[in-house]
């Protein structure tokens, strides 16, 4: 391998591993592939609890931390990011979600073609390796392993129950382009293990010779000379290293990493950067701009007579057992993803289609990487899918070390703070169906005491936290949109030989979690490239 190559890519996350598969598939493109982060040579990035261990742990975590949040009373929040091959999906919920047909067609509508969702359907199903047999939705044979979970709750069951009283009908399969319903997710695993982007698309190829990765490095600027990218420098133990391309340079370092690397590269607003002493290569107001997250709102029920998580956890003896299931069966606790019950429903009748998804967990806990509650709970998180709130990720200074401004804005708009209001009144709705019943549930956070929309906003400003989906912070939109930072072929304007693809360049978030929509991105980035879109 040289200094040269046909294609550099920058960050092994969700996207950047299904980009290195692709692009060296053919044993004529040379390939680079850059990441800050390290292996996933660490246990709990393979056991699906270890995400108890890893967010919110700067082995695993880059810590990033919100400015404090008007929406949230002024709370700083932690913003975990995977920092290992594989990026978030090393540490995530392992949830297999695609989100709603009209999520992709509303792309279209805006004149982005090619990104209907008969157009990324099959996307989808190229990288799908699902447990079911084939039919029209799912197929075998592809990198990205999908089944179902290995142990069920009681506690869970009792909800899907009480949802389905509350006018919420059950549902098998929350990957049919419409996912109104109440049901067991589906989850990234094989076997009772994680199955990451980088078990799925980087580690298997990397014995390929025209594929070369590094990890531990800062890629600190992306080189371009008259108007077109060239290649990227990088520093690793504080040497600093240069690669070129022939070809193009693909940034895949996410909706946090990609508009602060195009900011150090010249690539943004000309007056924000100008104020930061760094030279416009490209005026692009957009970098940086249009972010968007699902805000969940985390209530909690006390209940009694039906096994949780948190007296498992807590019991000395029964951690062994736990130990010794997993490593014999795969099963048991150990295998669970942190949120196994899903439902999809509308805030109010007049959505129409649904904008509120549940995370249910038999479990509970002040904010992830802390520890659980020592009493017998669930969890009934309820985020808004499209929100109408935007934010923002900008560089506070020139280097890889200075403090990312990131600022989501939750909660900014009467949109979304009527939708918080309904997410939490539907979600007691649910509790008070008699499915429930017998485990007594006792809501301990919000508490009985919020009742009028007041209350319950406070409570949403005081419960509401990061769901991990940041998006849109570096936009598709069509040329001459001002705010617009590449095309519907993610090339970014006014630079050739530059595209960005992850999930940065949604305009709108899907509805639903983003880590397989980002994954699709790739490899619809993957196949524009090797054809010379």
């Not at 005026?283 to 039906?306: F, M």
Request: hydrophobic share 40%; glycine share 10%; aromatic share 8%.
């Amino acid at each position: 391998m040289t200094d040269r190559f046909d294609y550099i890519v920058v960050g092994t996350g969700s996207a950047g591993c299904v980009l290195a598969n692709r692009l060296s598939a053919d044993p004529a493109n040379r390939v680079l592939v850059l990441e800050a982060g390290g292996q996933d040579n660490w246990i709990w990035f393979h056991i699906p609890v270890g995400y108890l261990f890893s967010i919110g742990n700067p082995r695993s975590d880059w810590m990033f931390e919100t400015q404090p949040i008007p929406g949230l009373d002024g709370r700083q929040l932690s913003y975990p990011r995977g920092k290992v091959i594989g990026g978030s999906s090393a540490i995530n919920a392992m949830i297999y979600m695609r989100g709603q047909a009209e999520d992709y067609d509303a792309w279209q509508s805006m004149g982005l073609s090619g990104w209907a969702w008969d157009d990324v359907l099959p996307l989808f199903m190229a990288q799908e390796d699902h447990i079911d047999p084939p039919n029209p939705l799912h197929r075998r044979g592809g990198e990205w392993r999908v089944e179902h979970p290995r142990m069920r709750w009681k506690v869970l069951d009792a909800f899907a129950e009480a949802a389905a009283q509350a006018g919420i009908a059950p549902v098998d399969d929350f990957n049919s382009g419409n996912n109104a319903g109440v049901g067991y997710f589906q989850v990234n695993q094989k076997s009772g293990v994680r199955w990451s982007a980088a078990r799925g698309f980087l580690k298997p190829v990397l014995h390929r010779k025209n594929l070369k990765l590094v990890t531990g490095v800062h890629v600190t600027e992306v080189l371009i000379e008259d108007g077109r990218a060239v290649g990227v420098t990088w520093t690793r133990d504080g040497e600093r290293f240069e690669a070129r391309t022939d070809g193009e340079v693909i940034l895949s370092a996410g909706a946090v990493g990609t508009p602060q690397l195009l900011e150090r590269s010249g690539l943004g607003d000309g007056a924000r950067l100008q104020s930061l002493g760094i030279e416009t290569r490209a005026h692009l107001p957009g970098v940086g701009e249009n972010l968007q997250d699902h805000l969940q709102i985390r209530p909690y029920y006390k209940v009694s007579g039906v096994p949780t998580m948190n007296e498992l956890y807590a019991s000395h003896w029964r951690r062994p057992l736990m130990a010794l299931e997993y490593a014999l069966l795969r099963r048991g606790p150990m295998s669970m993803a942190p949120s196994q019950m899903g439902a999809f429903a509308k805030s109010s009748p007049d959505q129409a289609r649904p904008n509120l998804q549940f995370h249910v967990q038999p479990l509970s806990l002040d904010r992830f990487g802390e520890a659980l509650h020592p009493f017998p709970a669930m969890t009934i998180s309820v985020c808004n899918l499209r929100p109408t709130s935007r934010g923002s990720i900008h560089i506070s200074g020139r280097t890889p070390d200075d403090r990312l401004q990131i600022q989501p804005n939750y909660l900014s708009t009467p949109e979304d703070e009527a939708v918080a209001i309904q997410a939490l009144r539907l979600a007691r709705r649910i509790v008070a169906q008699s499915a429930l019943t017998p485990y007594a549930p006792q809501e301990h956070r919000p508490g009985p005491e919020a009742q009028t929309d007041k209350d319950l906003l406070a409570a949403a400003r005081a419960l509401g936290t990061t769901i991990f989906h940041p998006v849109g912070t570096a936009r598709m939109g069509l040329p001459g949109d001002p705010d617009a930072v590449v095309d519907d072929q993610l090339r970014v304007f006014g630079v050739k030989g530059l595209r960005i693809a992850d999930a940065s360049v949604m305009p709108t978030i899907t509805s639903g979690n983003t880590n397989s929509p980002t994954m699709m991105i790739a490899e619809k980035a993957a196949r524009m490239i090797l054809s010379g879109s």
